[in-house]
């Protein structure tokens, strides 16, 4: 079964310091995203991603990060310069279509940790 | 906006029995309303949605999930519980009138099943 995978599993950075979160969606999926899980805390959207370009973001999503599909496989999550407060599991998430009775195909995360 | 509410951080079942975990939503126009599962080091997994039609509707692994619209529910049940089942799990919702991409999750619920 197709599933959406995410390396690394684990990052561990200064503060201050640049982060790339990487991403494999499904390979046939359109529609991408990013959510992310403070510990002890609700999954969080951060945005979605259609045709190269941001379709939505929330108001977590500031100037610092950014997302980019380089290739035809990835998809990355960049924090410019890493907070403390951005400590947190990072989720992927994929989809075929955007309509939004359809479910998202989660990845297992990236725990970032930022000291 | 749209929002969830799991009211219970933690379910403790006995194998067999039945086991319910709660979920109360708010949005503005139609609920989609979905359950996901979230074993150790995986990503959460789609187990079942409602988008329309009957109240009941039944999804992976024995689940199933009643859509109370007058209680603005949607708690997640199954019959006899599994010591297998122990997971975390989130409820999330898109407003299905223009709502968007983005899914909003409660904080998770931790089900244990003892043997």
């Known amino acids: 079964e197709p599933e959406v995978t995410q390396t690394p599993s684990h990052q561990v950075t200064q503060m201050g310091q640049e982060v790339i979160l990487r991403c494999v969606p499904i390979s046939n999926h359109l529609y991408f995203y990013w959510y992310r899980q403070i510990l002890g805390q609700k999954v969080e959207f951060l945005v979605s991603f259609y045709n190269n370009e941001i379709s939505e973001k929330s108001e977590i999503f500031d100037d610092q990060f950014s997302v980019e599909r380089p290739d035809g496989s990835n998809f990355t999550l960049k924090i410019r310069s890493t907070k403390l407060e951005d400590s947190a599991m990072y989720f992927c998430?994929?989809?075929?279509?955007?309509?939004?009775?359809?479910?998202?195909?989660f990845g297992p995360g990236t725990r970032l940790t930022v000291l | 906006a749209q929002s969830v509410a799991q009211p219970e951080d933690q379910v403790n079942v006995a194998e067999g029995n039945p086991l319910t975990v709660k979920c109360t939503y708010s949005v503005s126009g139609n609920p989609y309303l979905f359950w996901y599962v979230q074993y150790p080091n995986r990503g959460l997994q789609f187990l079942l949605k409602?988008?329309?039609?009957d109240n009941l509707v039944k999804g992976s692994y024995g689940f199933e999930a009643e859509f109370n619209k007058s209680q603005t529910s949607f708690h997640l049940k199954k019959p006899s519980a599994l010591v297998s089942d122990s997971a975390l799990y989130f409820c999330?919702?898109?407003?299905?009138w223009g709502g968007g991409n983005d899914m909003r999750f409660g904080a998770g619920t931790r089900l244990t099943v003892k043997p």
């Open positions: 999330a919702v898109r407003d299905g």
């Open positions: 998430a994929s989809t075929g279509t955007s309509s939004s009775y359809n479910e998202q195909f």
């Open positions: 409602y988008i329309t039609g």
